[in-house]
């Protein structure tokens, strides 16, 4: 058995060798996975002191416990950041890793200011919200707009890495999909989340409400001479202020601009821009209701339809 | 780049001042969101033994694992019980905390009576299922099942906060997110699971089975002289005995009753009620199938449509 | 209270002797679910060294780290082996743990070279994705189908519980559901992946495309003489070269046949074969875009519709 252990690590290790791009040995710069989650973590205790601690902070301890975990956040970060930078910034003399973490913390009380206003529209959205706490506490898209919310800040750095691995640990807890590019404006809820997907162009105004399950994605992607895809543009739906899409929609396309205060109603899939105040639904009547006792029945076989 | 960590601490300690109901320092009672993970985890070591369990259990130990698993549950529980009662309830002499948990400890076999039968809805309606062990261990549907069970016994009491904890932790796991509130009848089966929803007041018979991606929710909410949403009342459907309600479907309103023995097929958006022995589909002749290679091509875009 | 808490433990035991089915304590050889989940993170780490490590792996030690994780990664894995045997197979003279763990190691270069296609297909497909490592480091598309693939070498096996438990693992962390049985070709991507499921008997051709939300599942299911499924049998769809499918499209059936080059639009439910180089949609004038502001408004209730 032992030989053929040997066997398998000489064919697996030929295999690293051989198949280009799925290693990372001799690329010592890149950000950690692990690291990443961690910060995650840190950064929603931060964001959220005492929602996220084993136990509660007494108020006379937050000032002091605040700079321990700003010190102890910025330390793990900046080594992030300058795993980034190494692999994706042209002029490392530019972007200092230390000057791109204080950009980003910078910001942080703003993105705190932008929650608060998420959690309102939690608690005036969702009637079964009893309080502030309770939405802090168990609503999953708040986990998931927090660190899309930072991870935007970083999207404007030189570190693109980073704030994709940032979004995908909240998608991971929480199966909502956000990409860091998206520009979201203020008092954004999303109930229940499972399956919400907003693409990386997607611009949304204030006051929007999403069921789960929706998607704001790309219709068509534009090719280059060589048949390759063209990376950036313009790909994703532009979505009005106060507009409330219902469960499983799908709206595709960088074109596609659905007007303020409009409804669109679950499992519709919507390619054409529509003006305020539009309810989109498909027809009542296309629904077929049959009774199954009047269909020939086979013994054997529980059909479907 | 101290003197700018301190500005930064400054500028979030301002604005955990400023920005209320963000934290959770001058509120020491409410529960934990890691220890309820936790008692979860231990809740569903204690419903399958052996299960969840790093090794087996012998039976001949089981009676004092059990008792020494019981005690742990009882302690930690009641703390969590008691913050939990200290933030909802106006009135601590009429819920004590041990009160409240003895209650709900009482009810545990009765919990699995029921998710006996949910074992066993799962083994009779899937053709890839092998064997009951199958189900306990890889059926993400049977945890969250599990845990709402749970959760719907301590709905009735004065801790609203900490069912939903509960039914959250299992809707991070298993993408299957069921309001303690909902009421759900025996024999019960979710296959896949992802993205299911079931709202608060729901009413669900006897051996329903549901796919992925199915949403029992609201319709339309009622709003006070203010314009406020009323919270409470009765928002979500009834679905009767024998139903069938196959992936992606979304069905909404505190009216709508989908009789018995009827199904519901996939991607129906269904806002009405519909009689016993019903089969609901959208037409057909609706779906168009185009050939692709005689519409005009054009060169450099891979169009959706 | 010690008395009442007693009962409770006499009352849980009592129903774990009267209620079949759910407990563990006899059958001493199920495989442990936490022992899968640790090997299914060791597996990723062997495939893709670096990125699922705290820290890189520099290139002189890759060999022996290799060798190391291999013989750690074999020991653990034959122990779950020889449980998944000895619970599912009648002759454990054909099937040796060390026998049926050497099959499945010797296959993993050649999974190692399927998912280098599923990489490159990602990039390819995505305009999002910037570089492989991004892809490695966070698109959870390439866990679900990493395990999947592993899985699937087991599936061939006579240890059914464990391929299941693998892709659960994944199912959890990405909410990509793909049953261990499912034939996918090479170059399979799965963008953003929540909610996808693909069904036991489902066959996936070449240069495939997902969205997530998609399902590929079961329409019906045969009954035997006594009324129980019968378990088996052919009953997901297939799915030809170079098809894309867009997000929430539910396609069911064993006959179900997707010709090569089509495209299936969003939120599509489809239970019929198409030809080749097809585009699926449904009628666009099913539409309904109205505007709201005429509607007759009710002051006390906010419509959906």
Do not use: W
């Given at each position: 058995m032992q030989s053929r252990l040997d066997e398998i690590a000489k064919g697996i290790l030929a295999s690293y060798n051989e198949v280009g791009g799925l290693n990372n040995t001799d690329r010592h710069n890149l950000p950690s996975k692990r690291a990443m989650d961690n910060l995650c973590e840190q950064l929603l205790q931060f964001l959220f002191p005492g929602f996220h601690d084993e136990r509660p902070?007494?108020?006379?301890?937050?000032?002091?416990?605040?700079?321990?975990?700003?010190?102890?956040?910025?330390?793990?970060?900046?080594?992030?950041?300058?795993?980034?930078?190494?692999?994706?910034?042209?002029?490392?003399?530019?972007?200092?890793?230390?000057?791109?973490?204080?950009?980003?913390?910078?910001?942080?009380?703003?993105?705190?200011?932008?929650?608060?206003?998420?959690?309102?529209?939690?608690?005036?959205?969702?009637?079964?919200?009893?309080?502030?706490?309770?939405?802090?506490?168990?609503?999953?898209?708040?986990?998931?707009?927090?660190?899309?919310?930072?991870?935007?800040?970083?999207?404007?750095?030189?570190?693109?890495?980073?704030p994709r691995m940032m979004t995908e640990w909240a998608h991971t807890r929480t199966g909502i999909d956000i990409h860091p590019g998206a520009q979201i404006g203020e008092y954004f809820f999303i109930d229940h989340g499972t399956g919400v997907v907003i693409g990386e162009t997607s611009r949304i105004g204030k006051r929007v409400k999403l069921y789960h399950g929706v998607t704001l994605g790309a219709r068509s992607f534009v090719k280059d001479e060589s048949g390759q895809i063209v990376k950036g543009g313009n790909r994703h739906p532009e979505v009005g202020d106060r507009v409330t899409i219902y469960p499983n929609s799908t709206i595709l396309g960088g074109e596609t601009l659905i007007g303020d205060r409009s409804t669109i109603g679950a499992n519709v899939f919507l390619m054409q821009s529509v003006p305020p105040d539009s309810l989109v639904v498909y027809e009542e009547k296309q629904l077929r209701i049959l009774n199954k006792s009047k269909r020939p029945a086979s013994e054997d076989i529980e059909w479907f339809i």
């Open positions: 902070i007494h108020k006379n301890d937050l000032a002091i416990i605040t700079r321990e975990r700003l010190r102890a956040l910025s330390e793990q970060f900046e080594d992030q950041i300058a795993k980034g930078l190494s692999v994706s910034c042209p002029d490392s003399l530019l972007c200092s890793a230390s000057e791109v973490l204080m950009r980003f913390l910078e910001r942080l009380p703003a993105v705190r200011e932008l929650l608060r206003t998420d959690i309102l529209a939690a608690y005036e959205g969702d009637p079964a919200a009893s309080s502030n706490e309770e939405i802090i506490l168990s609503y999953p898209f708040l986990e998931a707009i927090a660190i899309q919310r930072c991870a935007h800040v970083l999207y404007g750095e030189c570190v693109p890495l980073l």
